[in-house]
């Protein structure tokens, strides 16, 4: 069974009375312990489609199944319950709360589902440790580099064992060293923990990690071409968005 499974997702937006399809006819699975890049230009409706598939936004016709549930058929409450238990979320701008420490930040998936944050000091001090963050866990958000910032994220995403990670654009405010640390964590909690990866980058080298890559065009996913590794070069990635016009 897939961890997530999207089917026939439309998400039209009313634009000054006229309708304005952001996503068409949108089918896309990712298996556990996939790696599944999606690129395609600015504005052709990559967040739009993370967000939906994470339940933070509602299709406007079209299934999303996560873990097996039908996200349509849960109450908001069983969905949050759902996404916490299921999915971690990187954005591009970090989404770091701005008054709480690096560990704070972390420890937050534990605090929100009510656990003993205490008691999980070996586990926070390893994801820590894992995520070269050990030496700054008393330190805001406003006292990291943007590459700090970014594994700091990872690292609260990563904190429930989630099955799938989402990521938007995680490269996308980082050098290309942090950047490239950056993709490495994200393989590494696939390959060596199993997650399941859903990226979405602009960055042909980012994608080139991935099994598979996909391609969004003006709000339709391009049966072809669909890329395929293990062993994907950027510059297949790159012939990849020029086939498609991109
Ligand atoms: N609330 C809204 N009302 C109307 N249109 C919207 C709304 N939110 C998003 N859109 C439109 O949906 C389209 C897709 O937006 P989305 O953020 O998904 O693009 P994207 O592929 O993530 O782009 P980028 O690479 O720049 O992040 C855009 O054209 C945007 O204007
Ligand atoms: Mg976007």
Known sequence: ?????????????????????????????????????VMGPSGSGKSTLLHLLAGLDEPSAGTVELDGRDLAKLSE??????????????????????????EENVALPWLLSGEEVRSREGDLAALLGSLGLAGKRRF???????????????ARALAGKPKLLLADEPTGN???????????????????????????THNPRDAAAADRVLFLKDGVLSPEPVLRGPGLEAEDVVEGLRALGI
């Open 1 to 37: 069974m897939p961890i997530v499974r999207a089917s026939g997702l439309f998400r039209i937006y009313a634009v000054d009375g006229t309708p304005s399809p952001v996503l068409r006819d949108v089918d896309l699975s990712v298996e556990p312990g996939e790696f599944v890049a």
């Open 174 to 200: 980082l050098s290309s060293k942090a950047g490239e640390e950056v993709i490495a964590l994200l393989r590494a909690a696939r390959d060596r923990e199993g997650r399941a990866v859903l990226l979405v």
């Open 140 to 154: 805001l958000p406003h006292q990291l580099s943007g590459g700090e910032m970014q594994r700091a994220s990872i």
């Open 77 to 102: 409450n069983e969905r949050t319950l759902l996404r916490r238990r299921t999915l971690g979320f990187i954005f591009q701008f970090f989404n770091l709360i701005p008054n709480l420490t690096v």
